[in-house]
């Protein structure tokens, strides 16, 4: 497994523990099945586009984006959404609070 999934991320969202394994896509089944014979079926199993480069942004910006984002979820023909912008982490509590 260490040699297959390159870096690991963990985060908290919803309340649930996510992991998120880096990895080649031709390798993407190898370590799916690898995790779930040591540790049981994954809940959701996927690959994802990841940007190569982010975009920075402000306070205001966030906000937007953040109930840009909220609305293409709740919208029902929307399936997923890709983003490559970034929000510091002192934006993100001013904005939860």
Same mark, same amino acid.
């Given at each position: 497994? @260490? ?19 880096? @990895? ?29 480069? @982010? ?43």
């Amino acid at each position: 497994l @260490t040699t297959v999934a390159r870096k690991l991320i963990t985060a908290r969202k919803f309340r649930h523990e996510i992991a998120k394994f880096w @990895t080649d896509r031709f390798e993407f089944a190898a370590v799916r099945d690898a995790l779930a014979e040591k540790l049981g079926d994954p809940e959701r199993a996927a690959l994802a586009w990841v940007p190569q480069n @982010t975009i920075p942004v402000n306070e205001e910006q966030a906000g937007t984006l953040l109930k840009l984002l909220d609305v293409l979820e709740d919208n029902d023909d929307v399936q997923t959404v890709s983003a490559n912008f970034d929000i510091a982490d002192e934006v993100m509590e001013r904005l939860a609070s």
